[in-house]
């Protein structure tokens, strides 16, 4: 079971605040907080960030993660953490145009929370493996 989805994304001033909207709706309906900061050099960055917990937006985020080739994946015991978290970047360009690409710089954050019990991280890759389709 999955407790909930975190996806993030900065939106630079160099980019179409628009699009970086687009390329996230292309993952869930879900409607996303805006946070705005300031970057190290002064320069106004946006932050969008989701939390997903309804069963039914699980669902449909899952049914899009199924189209990912896994096989370009590294081993996904190394994408998970001791606390049951799953971790994932997406080039968020060709999230634009609707490809889920795989990228270990990717500016789109994704952490699926994992439910186990117990919680020990041997169980959390079995069930990872069994809800993620390795």
């Known amino acids: 079971m999955i407790?909930?989805?975190?996806?993030?994304?900065?939106?630079?001033?160099?980019?179409d605040e628009k699009k970086v909207l687009e390329a996230l709706k292309n993952l869930t309906d879900a409607k996303f907080e805006k946070n705005n900061v300031v970057g190290h050099?002064?320069?106004?960055?946006?932050?969008?960030?989701?939390?997903?917990?309804?069963?039914?937006?699980?669902?449909?985020?899952?049914?899009?993660?199924n189209?990912?080739?896994?096989?370009?994946?590294?081993?996904i015991e190394e994408r998970?953490?001791?606390?049951?978290?799953?971790?994932?970047r997406l080039d968020k360009q060709s999230l634009y145009f609707?490809?889920?690409?795989i990228d270990n710089e990717g500016d789109v954050h994704i952490i699926i929370k994992i439910v186990s019990y117990p919680l020990r991280r041997e169980k959390v890759?079995?069930?990872?493996?069994?809800?993620?389709?390795?």
């Open 3 to 15: 407790a909930r989805i975190e996806i993030e994304s900065f939106c630079h001033a160099t980019e």
């Open 41 to 65: 050099y002064g320069n106004p960055i946006k932050i969008y960030k989701v939390r997903i917990t309804r069963k039914k937006d699980i669902n449909d985020f899952l049914t899009l993660f």
């Open 67 to 75: 189209k990912i080739d896994k096989n370009i994946l590294e081993p």
């Open 80 to 88: 998970i953490d001791e606390k049951g978290r799953f971790y994932l």
């Open 98 to 101: 609707g490809k889920f690409v």
């Open 125 to 134: 890759i079995e069930n990872a493996k069994k809800i993620l389709g390795y």
